[in-house]
């Protein structure tokens, strides 16, 4: 029998049209993302849903946690897989808020595409064509959500945006994808860390977390407006190995009082120094006076933990508890 996958479509590049020179927006349903792919059909029993008809930059926390019940609901009536298409820009941010809160084996798989339709060697269709596969294999069962793009199999605990056009725009770190697609043979020959199994994402209520970048000679005033405009957690993605500016201390240490902030780094690459320096500003300094570590995690991900922590009511030393688990893979 062949395998059932369900296909969520929710705008972006992918179901993108338009006049040309006046742009594109997302206008094509699921199934004609479906039509696109030629005998696709002959291997999968492929349903289709429009989801939402959005940018990606449009989606917000309440649409990804309606789809995950209704992804929840349709693995509950018998499909094998899922597939949800979506705009790349946020593409890895909702890929890691389901990867947190989707709880079931069935694979759950996100694609895209860099090129719209109207464009020549749009890759819309070679992508929604490797999900679907990806998703009905028996392989991607339990390996928490997926991206597939341009060929490769990304977990979304690691995987990042990293390109602002080419086709081959999404990469994961630290340790690279976890398989890939040859010609219809789906590839996964390294297990992700375990699912995340926790109390706190049981009714995935989303706070309000700030996300700053800080910059050389950085004044902290920002760190002021995110206390004063009332947020409920703070990330700072620090320079190098997890380090401010001066100046910025007295603003942190304040937020610290109000909030949950966590470190991480600005760098893209590697994981946050603990032990090392000790200086006003350092690592060491400022998880003294009571930061948080977000270790390996970059800032979009550390924002949507953050986020999904404080609105289910951990409290300061609870968040710890979960980065440190996060950032040593002990998950379950
Ligand atoms: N490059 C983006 C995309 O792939 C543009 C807009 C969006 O993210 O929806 O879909």
């Known amino acids: 029998m062949k395998p059932t996958v369900k296909v969520f479509s929710l705008g972006g590049t992918i179901a993108s049209s338009g006049d040309k020179g ?59 897989g899922v597939v949800v298409t979506h705009g790349t820009d946020t593409l890895e941010e909702s890929a890691f808020l389901i990867d947190l809160i989707y709880k079931k084996n069935a694979p759950v798989v996100l694609t895209g595409a860099m090129r719209n339709p109207t464009l020549p060697g749009a890759d819309g269709p070679a992508n929604l064509h490797d999900a679907v596969m990806v998703a009905s294999d028996r ?80 004044d902290g005033s920002l760190v002021n407006c995110v206390i004063s405009d009332k947020y409920e957690g703070l990330v700072v993605e620090a320079t190098g190995g997890g380090h401010v500016t001066p100046k910025m201390v007295k603003p942190i240490i304040k937020a610290t009082k109000v909030m949950p902030v966590v470190l991480v780094s600005r760098t893209g690459n590697g ?17 003294e006076r009571g930061v948080l570590n977000g270790g390996w995690l970059d800032g979009l991900k550390a924002r949507i933990l953050l986020s999904l922590l404080i609105g289910s009511g951990a409290n300061n030393s609870e968040i710890k508890k979960v980065f440190e688990s996060y950032i040593d893979g002990k998950l379950s």
């Open 22 to 80: 006046k742009g594109v927006s997302p206008t094509l349903g699921a199934d004609t993302l479906i039509n696109a792919i030629p005998g696709i059909s002959e291997k999968v029993k492929v349903k289709a849903e429009n989801f939402r008809q959005l940018p990606s930059p449009h989606i917000t926390f309440d649409d990804i946690q309606e789809l995950v019940k209704a992804i929840n609901k349709d693995i509950d009536l018998g499909v094998d």
């Open 139 to 218: 392989k991607s069962k339990g390996k928490g959500v997926l991206l597939v793009f341009n060929s490769e199999i990304h977990a979304a605990r690691y995987v990042n945006k990293c390109h602002t056009q080419n086709v081959n725009a999404f990469r994961s770190k630290p340790l690279g994808p976890i398989g890939w697609i040859s010609e219809n043979s789906v590839r996964i020959l390294s297990s992700p860390m375990p699912t995340f199994s926790s109390k706190f994402t049981s009714n995935c209520s989303m706070a309000r977390v700030a996300l700053l970048k800080t910059a050389m000679a950085d």
């Open 271 to 287: 994981e946050n120094l603990r032990e090392t320096y000790m200086f006003p500003g350092s690592e060491i300094y400022l998880y």
